[in-house]
């Protein structure tokens, strides 16, 4: 069974950084590229960065470039997502996305409040 | 940027009825790279349509999806209760990854 189980969210305040994981199981990791998209209170979803089976081709959303860094570690089936210089305005639930056809699996997310 | 287009924002209809939602796109889409999710409050999105037309195997036959280029349809043959959700189109076939606003399917 496909499991992806996010980690690390939590209160921060802006400016601030945090670490977020995505433990993944139930497939062949490095087989899958993956994504992280983010869903406001009340809002919907944006889709925030993407990064391919091995690691090399990287994309991300014009919103976090330069403040965000998708990585992964195949040997530990984890996706993680660095985010640095946190704004109000990313407060959100975080998703860790298998990318197969379509964005076939999610998982339960991960909320992160920016404040004060 | 690829900019995904819902109609309407909300759809307020009862069990039994059919229901037809819209995405329309600014750019052609490669590869009918056109991707649908229903959401219910609190969960994470569950893919329903990729491909534009390709149910993921989850769901009943009673959804489908069609279109391409620019305009894309996710159809409910018959509102089951467990349908009203929030249902999201995306585009996946080039970065940015684009989401359209959703559209809320509400009981009347």
């Known amino acids: 069974e496909v499991q992806l189980v996010e980690s690390g969210g939590g209160l921060v305040q802006p400016g601030g950084s945090l670490r977020l994981a995505c433990a993944a199981s139930?497939?062949?990791?490095?087989?899958?590229?993956m994504n992280w998209v983010r869903q406001a209170p009340g809002k919907g979803l944006e889709w925030l960065s993407y990064?391919?089976?091995?690691?090399?081709?990287?994309y991300d959303a014009d919103s976090v470039k330069g403040r965000f860094t998708i990585s992964r570690d195949n040997a530990e089936n984890s996706l993680y997502l660095q985010m640095d210089s946190l704004k109000d305005d990313d407060t959100a639930v975080y998703f860790c996305?298998?990318?197969?056809?379509?964005?076939?699996?999610w998982g339960p997310g991960t909320p992160v409040t920016v404040a004060s | 940027d690829i900019v995904l287009t819902q109609s309407p924002g909300t759809l307020s209809l009862s069990p039994g009825e059919r229901v037809t939602f819209s995405c329309r796109a600014n750019?052609?889409?490669?590869?009918?790279?056109l991707a649908w999710y229903q959401q219910k409050p609190g969960q994470a999105p569950r893919l329903l349509i990729y491909?534009?037309?390709n149910r993921a195997t989850a769901f009943p036959d009673r959804f489908s999806g069609s279109g391409s280029g620019t305009d894309f349809t996710l159809t409910i043959s018959r509102l089951e209760p467990e349908d009203f959700a929030i249902y999201y189109c995306?585009?996946?076939?080039?970065?940015?990854?684009?989401f359209g606003q959703g559209t809320k399917l509400e009981i009347k």
């Open positions: 996305v298998r990318d197969g056809l379509g964005f076939d699996y």
């Open positions: 491909g534009a037309s």
């Open positions: 750019q052609v889409l490669s590869s009918n790279s």
């Open positions: 139930g497939f062949t990791f490095n087989n899958y590229n």
């Open positions: 990064i391919s089976g091995d690691g090399s081709t990287i």
């Open positions: 995306q585009q996946y076939g080039r970065s940015p990854y684009t």
